[in-house]
């Protein structure tokens, strides 16, 4: 149409903003796409040999508390669900290694890696588990329910999505509020089709706020695969219709991880507005622990697990490159199971929440009378 086609220059709407004349889209859209070019995935971080070690150390620790999780599961000692975070531990680290004090973290419900972490500790995470009163929200939480203020660790949630919303708060206060932080917030290829995702994703990038939003893709959504539940399986690129620019990285190389962490913290510091990182990766155990996952075959897990375990990747790199023995490496790993240990053993034997607590840290001020 003639009228469509007329330069018209960009108006301003009632809110100040500058509005695209509706002959600009094509051309916009475009401009989206160079800045997605412009977004290839950085080469993966030059690690030195503390890095490493460091990398190293914090996967174990998340892959040895979340085997023995598993186990106090099948014992008996923790109820509920508890969703394994085991094959995903170099995308939390690797992310984990790009933030400074004051950045905040908000996942779903596979969270104990992104708790530990952030720094929380293993015995309060354990103890939470098992329903015990020195967990991190007293016993009455459980898995899914966990946080933590000074460790800005904004839990923990089981409705799929929500933390998207909630991760999108912390960017708008950290922008209200003038500070440089960065609120990364996790979520995963089930929930990256969520209502709410998009809604959040509007006003990241409208107010320009400093999200990263981690896809966390681990190819299921409880039993259903990527393939037979998206129609557009490439995350990086949900952002598009937002101009949020995406970048697709290899998550089971925790120094890829980390040079997308660095590049996406710097975009967000820079005052740029949000960004996707979309993370490739496999959880090794079903969806929760009562998921036998027939969905897929074992062969696949397998071929995972031998050719691209993100702990056996820097395993090898510290033994070949940087001289580790494997007796060096055995002491790590000895430290890490007393670690554990040590969480497990006290997360079994701290008593209960006490029954006056029953009533304390709820939303009611009122406890509600029984009718007479
Ligand atoms: C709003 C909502 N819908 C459905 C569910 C049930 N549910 C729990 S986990 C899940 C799958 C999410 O998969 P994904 O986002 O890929 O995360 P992953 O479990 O792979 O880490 C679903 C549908 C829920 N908890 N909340
Ligand atoms: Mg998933």
Known sequence: MAARQKKTPATKDAGGASAQPKGKLADSSAEIVKTLEHFDPPKPASFSKDDELQAYRDMLLIRRFEEKAGQLYGMGFIGGFCHLYIGQEAVVVGMQMALKDGDQVVTGYRDHGHMLATGMEARGVM?????????????????????????????????????????????????????????????????????????????????????????????????????????????????????IPGIQVDGMDVRAVKAAGDLAAEHCRKGDGPIILEMMTYRYRGHSMSDPAKYRSRDEVQKMRSESDPIEQVKRRLMEDHA????????????????VADAADFAQNDPEPDVSELWTDIYADEIPQAAE
Do not use: C
Not at 132 to 161: A, C, D, L, P, T
Not at 206 to 223: D, Q
Not at 324 to 334: G, N, P, T
């Open 127 to 243: 103890a939470e588990l098992t329903g015990r009163r020195s967990g991190y929200s007293k016993g009455k939480g459980g898995s899914m329910h966990m946080f933590s203020k000074e460790k800005k660790f904004f839990g923990g949630h089981g409705i799929v999505g929500a933390q998207v919303s909630i991760g999108t708060g912390l960017g708008f206060a950290n922008r209200y509020n003038g500070t440089d932080s960065v609120a990364v917030t996790y979520f995963g290829d089930g929930a990256a089709n969520q209502g709410q995702v998009y809604e959040s994703f509007n006003m990241a990038s409208l107010w320009k706020l400093p999200v990263i939003y981690v896809i966390e893709n681990n190819r299921y959504a409880m039993g259903t695969s990527v393939n037979r539940a998206s129609a557009e399986t490439d995350f990086s690129h949900r952002g598009l219709s937002f101009k």
């Open 324 to 339: 580790l023995s494997e007796d060096d490496v055995k002491a790590i790993d000895k430290d890490v199971r007393e670690i």
